[in-house]
Antibody, heavy 121, light 108 residues
């Protein structure tokens, strides 16, 4: 069955970087891209960006431009999201999702369990 | 940028019908998806492309989308339906995804 397994929680200091992983299983890794969504404590879902399946093309939310970097490693079936120059308001649960994309249709059909990133001095 | 507007909360008695609206400018021209999230858990896809139920989602869940409002309808509401529900679209003008602010469904 399809499963996305994310890395463990992280605690980082302001200014540091964090790299969250999302290991996929149960399907052909190269057939789908990945998206990343975060959720601050008590808040809603915020789209961060996605990375395409075939060409690794990325598309980042305007708010994240310059600080977020998404990659994939097909040798380990793992997607990564790195966020740099961390601030306290980056404290959130970060989710990966398997991206379904088509003609003007984009959504996430499977999700990882989430990774809590805490930014605190 | 494109904005999706959801009411913060909707309350309904067990067995009744819940309607969760998602407002957006000409949202009827977009493909709307819906996710359900319970506390401490990852979101779960319940509806995609306006009215297509995701795998394993009961027929009690249905979706519609017209003009400026998309709606997730849950018939014969059960206690287990209590959750936060988020609408979601892809905006072609920016090539970005947008989530609504979420609606907490309370089953009285």
């Amino acid at each position: 069955q399809i499963h996305l397994m994310q890395s463990e929680a992280e605690v980082k200091k302001p200014g540091a970087s964090v790299k969250v992983s999302c290991k996929a299983s149960g399907y052909s890794f190269s057939s789908h891209g990945f998206g990343w969504v975060r959720q601050a404590p008590g808040q809603g879902l915020e789209w961060m960006g996605w990375i395409g399946a075939y060409d690794g093309k990325t598309n980042y939310a305007q708010k994240m431009q310059g600080r977020v970097f998404m990659t994939t490693d097909s040798s380990t079936n793992t997607a990564y999201m790195e966020l740099t120059s961390l601030r306290p308001d980056d404290t959130a649960v970060y989710f990966c999702g398997r991206l379904i994309s088509g003609f003007e249709l984009y959504y996430f059909d499977y999700w990882g369990q989430g990774t809590l990133v805490t930014v605190s001095s | 940028s494109y904005v999706l507007t959801q009411p913060p909360s909707v309350s309904v008695a067990p067995g009744e019908t819940a309607k969760i609206p998602c407002g957006g400018n000409s949202i009827g021209s977009k493909r709307v998806n819906w996710y359900q999230q319970t506390p401490g858990q990852a979101p779960v896809l319940v509806m995609y492309y306006n009215n297509q139920r995701a795998s394993g989602i009961p027929e009690r869940f249905s979706g519609s989308n017209s003009e400026n409002t998309a709606t997730l309808t849950i018939s014969r509401v059960e206690a287990g339906d209590e959750a936060d529900y988020y609408c979601h679209v892809w905006d072609s003008s920016t090539d970005h995804m947008i989530f609504g602010g979420g609606t907490k469904l309370s089953v009285l």
